[in-house]
C-alpha cells in the first residue's frame, strides 16, 4: 500500500490549465475531480447479482459538490462469456451556471450487454451501454429533452503472481444523442486503477481516470481521483 500512497499524491498535485481566447477572456481546460462511493451488492446465484450504489462527486479542483447519486443495478450472465445489466440512478447535480442555481433533480437508465474472456494472465472485457437522462420537473415545451449517450468500453486487467494490487486499465468512448444539441462524439476516458481485497470485510479500490471532451473549442480535460469500497453479500445455501 506503500506504492499506492505516493501515486496517490503524485495525482493530487495536478493544477488547474486555463485557455486565452480571442477575445481575451480566460476559459478553464482542465479540472482535477474527486469520486467516492460505497457498493453493496447481492449475489443471487451464478448468473444474478443486485447491487446498490452511493457516490460523491467532487469538482472545480475538488472543492465543490458536483453531484451525488442513488444507483440500483441488476446483471445477468448468459453465459460464460456474454453478460447484461440494467440500472436505474436518482442523481442531484449541482447547476452553478445562469441565472438559476443549485441542486437538480435527475434521473437516468442505463442498458449493457458485454462480453468477457482470459487470455493468459489477463481479463479482458468489451462492454456496450446505452443511457437515458432526464431532469425532473421540466417539460419537453421547457426544453427538456432526453439526454441519451450510446457507450463503448473496453478493459483489461492483469493477473501478477504473488501480487494483491492487480492492475487494472479500460478506455470509453461516449456517442451523444439529444434534441436540439450537437450530436456526435462528445468525450472518450481512460482510467488505470486497482483493488485490494480485505478477508471478509471487501473491497476497496482507487483509480486515476482522465476525461476529455471532443468536438468543441475549448475542451475540458477532467483529471479523476476516485476511491471505491464494496461488500458482495452471497446467498447461503440450504442445508
Do not use: C
Given at each position: 500500500?506503500?506504492?499506492?500512497?505516493?501515486?496517490?499524491?503524485?495525482?493530487?498535485?495536478?493544477y488547474?490549465?486555463?485557455?486565452?481566447?480571442?477575445?481575451?477572456e480566460?476559459?478553464?481546460?482542465?479540472?482535477?475531480?474527486?469520486?467516492?462511493?460505497?457498493?453493496?451488492?447481492?449475489?443471487?446465484?451464478?448468473?444474478?447479482?443486485?447491487?446498490?450504489?452511493?457516490?460523491?462527486?467532487?469538482?472545480?479542483?475538488?472543492?465543490?459538490?458536483d453531484?451525488?447519486?442513488t444507483?440500483?443495478?441488476?446483471?445477468?450472465?448468459?453465459?460464460?462469456?456474454?453478460?447484461?445489466?440494467?440500472?436505474?440512478r436518482?442523481?442531484?447535480?449541482?447547476d452553478?451556471?445562469?441565472k438559476?442555481?443549485?441542486?437538480?433533480?435527475?434521473?437516468?437508465?442505463?442498458?449493457?450487454?458485454?462480453?468477457?474472456?482470459?487470455?493468459?494472465?489477463?481479463?479482458?472485457?468489451?462492454?456496450?451501454?446505452?443511457?437515458?437522462?432526464?431532469?425532473?420537473?421540466?417539460?419537453?415545451?421547457?426544453?427538456?429533452?432526453?439526454?441519451?449517450?450510446?457507450?463503448?468500453?473496453?478493459?483489461?486487467?492483469?493477473?501478477?503472481?504473488?501480487?494483491?494490487?492487480?492492475?487494472?486499465?479500460?478506455?470509453?468512448?461516449?456517442?451523444h444523442?439529444?434534441?436540439?444539441?450537437?450530436?456526435?462524439?462528445?468525450?472518450f476516458?481512460f482510467?488505470?486503477?486497482?483493488?485490494?481485497?480485505?478477508k471478509?470485510?471487501?473491497?476497496?479500490?482507487?483509480f486515476?481516470?482522465?476525461?476529455?471532451?471532443?468536438?468543441?473549442n475549448?475542451?475540458?480535460?477532467t483529471?479523476?481521483i476516485?476511491?471505491?469500497?464494496?461488500y458482495?453479500?452471497?446467498?447461503?445455501?440450504?442445508?
Amino acid at each position: 500500500m506503500k506504492n499506492m500512497k505516493y501515486i496517490i499524491i503524485l495525482l493530487s498535485v495536478i493544477y488547474t490549465h486555463s485557455a486565452f481566447a480571442q477575445n481575451g477572456e480566460y476559459i478553464t481546460v482542465r479540472d482535477l475531480e474527486s469520486w467516492g462511493s460505497l457498493n453493496l451488492k447481492y449475489k443471487i446465484s451464478k448468473k444474478w447479482r443486485i447491487g446498490l450504489e452511493e457516490q460523491f462527486r467532487f469538482s472545480n479542483n475538488s472543492s465543490e459538490i458536483d453531484s451525488y447519486f442513488t444507483e440500483l443495478s441488476t446483471d445477468y450472465n448468459f453465459s460464460k462469456h456474454v453478460f447484461g445489466g440494467i440500472g436505474f440512478r436518482y442523481i442531484r447535480q449541482n447547476d452553478n451556471v445562469g441565472k438559476i442555481q443549485g441542486f437538480e433533480n435527475h434521473t437516468r437508465f442505463h442498458f449493457d450487454l458485454g462480453y468477457s474472456h482470459n487470455l493468459q494472465r489477463f481479463s479482458l472485457e468489451y462492454r456496450l451501454r446505452f443511457q437515458t437522462k432526464n431532469e425532473l420537473g421540466i417539460s419537453k415545451e421547457e426544453g427538456d429533452h432526453a439526454n441519451n449517450h450510446l457507450r463503448l468500453k473496453v478493459a483489461a486487467g492483469y493477473n501478477i503472481k504473488k501480487w494483491k494490487l492487480d492492475p487494472e486499465f479500460s478506455a470509453e468512448i461516449f456517442r451523444h444523442y439529444e434534441k436540439g444539441e450537437q450530436n456526435g462524439f462528445n468525450k472518450f476516458r481512460f482510467t488505470i486503477g486497482t483493488k485490494y481485497k480485505m478477508k471478509s470485510f471487501g473491497k476497496i479500490g482507487v483509480f486515476y481516470r482522465m476525461e476529455k471532451e471532443l468536438n468543441v473549442n475549448y475542451p475540458m480535460t477532467t483529471n479523476i481521483i476516485g476511491f471505491k469500497y464494496t461488500y458482495t453479500l452471497k446467498r447461503k445455501k440450504k442445508d
